[in-house]
């Protein structure tokens, strides 16, 4: 059961780039680690998923160093649409049922 | 077209009611999922289901339960609604089974018990 742990809030400037680490010491050998974004009366929506090392898409970056035991996601010049709540999560919610997203990170971006 | 879509929106409803939300995906995928957010947005699994096994998270009250008439729909049933049962309850599906699948949301239906 691989919990995570990341902060709950987070505040930036249009511009800058946000950096939200999430620790998961418990992350088994097969889970891949899956960022989601939550916009307010929305779903969460996939953002980017890794199994180590980095991976980078048209949205974000992921870092996942060797012993995997936390991830950071890397936002690049966030925009004001970029505030929202990121989901760090790892593991198989479909076998298990006490993962959970959690509360996430409530990433503020002011202009 | 929607890829995975949720009714009711929103539904307002009475204590000891019987109510349903109805979830449809066009994607093809395999596995289904029910979710329940609360007010402090803690983001919670109900169900996950596929054509093979339902997995239950023991944590929720056998009031709910999900049905599903075929692979393209996961509906939730509640019975004897209580005011606690407030929340936002998200459908959503995936691939198969297993952390390396993308799962994709509804928009989320907000049920109000009164």
């Known amino acids: 059961l691989a919990k995570t742990t990341q902060p709950i809030s987070m505040d930036s400037y249009e511009g800058q780039e946000v950096n939200i680490t999430c620790s998961h010491n418990?992350?088994?050998?097969?889970?891949?680690i899956t960022w989601y974004q939550q916009f307010p009366s929305q779903g969460p929506r996939f953002i980017i998923q890794?199994?180590?090392t980095k991976v980078t898409n048209e949205v974000a970056s992921l870092f996942i160093p060797a012993d995997r035991k936390s991830s950071t996601l890397s936002l690049p010049r966030v925009s004001l649409s970029d505030t929202a709540v990121y989901y760090c999560?790892?593991?198989?919610?479909?076998?298990?049922?006490?993962?959970?997203f959690g509360a996430g990170t409530t990433v503020t971006v002011r202009a | 077209d929607t890829a995975v879509s949720q009714t009711p929106k929103y539904l307002v409803t009475q204590m000891g009611n019987d109510k349903s939300i109805k979830c449809e995906q066009n994607?093809?995928?395999?596995?289904m999922y029910w979710y329940k957010q609360d007010s402090k947005k803690f983001l919670k699994i109900m169900f996950s289901?596929?054509?093979?096994?339902?997995?239950i998270n023991e944590t929720v009250p056998n009031r709910f339960s999900p049905k599903s008439p075929d692979k393209a729909h996961l509906n939730l049933h509640i019975n004897s609604l209580e005011l606690g049962d407030s929340a936002v309850y998200f459908c959503?599906?995936?691939?198969?089974?297993?952390?390396?699948?993308?799962?994709?949301f509804g928009p989320g239906t907000r049920l109000t018990v009164t």
């Open positions: 959503a599906s995936s691939q198969d089974r297993g952390s390396d699948y993308e799962q994709y």
């Open positions: 890794g199994y180590k």
């Open positions: 994607l093809g995928h395999d596995t």
């Open positions: 418990n992350i088994a050998t097969n889970d891949y």
């Open positions: 999560l790892v593991g198989d919610l479909s076998n298990d049922y006490k993962l959970s």
């Open positions: 289901y596929n054509n093979k096994e339902l997995i």
